[in-house]
C-alpha cells in the first residue's frame, strides 16, 4: 500500500519572513551589526541579515538579494564607498538603495537631507525610532524578502 506523506519543510515563520522587507546591514563592528539586527527584528517589520567583513559584502549582498543596505562608510581595507561602488556595478544588486551609516556627521548634518557619495545616510549613534524611519525613507515600496 503506498501512502503519500506530506511535509511543510518550510515552517509558518519562513513564510512570514519571505513578506517581510530583507535588509542587510555591514559594519565591521560586530556589536552594532548584532543590536541593529535584534532591534529590527523586535519590530516585526524587518528580516536582517548582517555582514561584519567589508571584503565579503557585495558577495553577501548578492547571496541575500536585499530590498536596502545599511552600509558603514568608516571600515579598515575596504570603506563603504568602495562597497558601494562595487554593488552599484552589479547588474543584479544596481537598484537595491544604499544608505550609509557613519558617526563622521553631526544628527544635524544627517537631517539636512544632502546625500554622501550620492547615498542618504543615518548619523550613529542613532535611536531605534530614528532608524526605522530613515529605513523606510528609503525603502522601495515592492521590498519584502
Partial sequence: MNKIIEANFFPQAFEAIKQK???LIVDDNHDFTHSAKLALERTGRYSVWEENEP???HQTAQRVKPDLILLDISMPETDG???AA???????LHRTPVVFLTALVTKDEARSGLPNQGHP???KPISIPEFV?????NLPVHAAC
Fill in 133 to 137: 524611519a530613515g529605513i523606510e525613507r
Fill in 121 to 123: 545616510f543615518l548619523a
Fill in 21 to 23: 522587507p530583507c535588509i
Fill in 86 to 92: 562595487r554593488i552599484e556595478s552589479d547588474p543584479a
Fill in 81 to 83: 564607498g568602495e562597497v
Fill in 55 to 57: 571584503a565579503r559584502a
